[in-house]
């Protein structure tokens, strides 16, 4: 009785790490040019978003990022940056590829939350 309690006591905590990660419904659009496993993706025209928290701008290896982003490469994505980025992608690094944004701050405030957890 008291191995089966464990057992769902793990199972229940595995649980609790698998959700924390998952991807907001904000998200999905990110999803379509971007992955969010290591690595570059070829079928992917963004940069992989896994550890880009934290990683410095246009920074990925094997990525071939615009000269605009590469301008910003002493930066490291941090919430502010990331922020900037999403709210006009072209304003912050003219040249960018990134051709979307999104208007609505509590959607880049739930996507900043994700992008942490990618790691
Ligand atoms: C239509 C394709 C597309 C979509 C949709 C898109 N991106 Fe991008 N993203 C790109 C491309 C292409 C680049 C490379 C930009 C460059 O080199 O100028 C990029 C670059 C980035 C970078 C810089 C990464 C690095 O390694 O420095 C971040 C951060 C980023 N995107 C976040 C997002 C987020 C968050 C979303 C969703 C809100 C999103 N992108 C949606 C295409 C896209």
Redesign the pocket.
């Known amino acids: 009785m008291r191995s089966l309690i464990l057992i769902l006591a793990v199972m229940a905590l595995l649980g609790s790490v698998v959700w924390s990660a998952e991807a907001p419904a904000s998200?999905t659009?990110?999803g379509?040019?971007?992955a969010a496993v290591p690595g570059v993706a070829k079928d992917k025209?963004?940069?992989s978003?896994h550890g880009?928290y934290g990683?410095k701008?246009?920074?990925?290896p094997g990525?071939e990022?615009?000269g605009?982003?590469k301008k910003l490469s002493e930066s490291s994505?941090n919430e502010m940056l990331?922020d900037r980025?999403?709210s006009m992608p072209s304003a912050m690094?003219p040249g960018?590829?990134?051709?979307?944004h999104?208007t609505e701050q509590t959607k880049r405030l739930e996507?900043i939350r994700y992008?942490k957890t990618l790691k």
């Open positions: 998200f659009v990110c379509e040019c971007h025209t963004g940069p978003l880009v990683r701008v246009a920074s990925l990525y990022y615009s605009g982003l994505w990331l980025f999403m690094a960018t590829k990134m051709p979307v999104i996507i992008l």
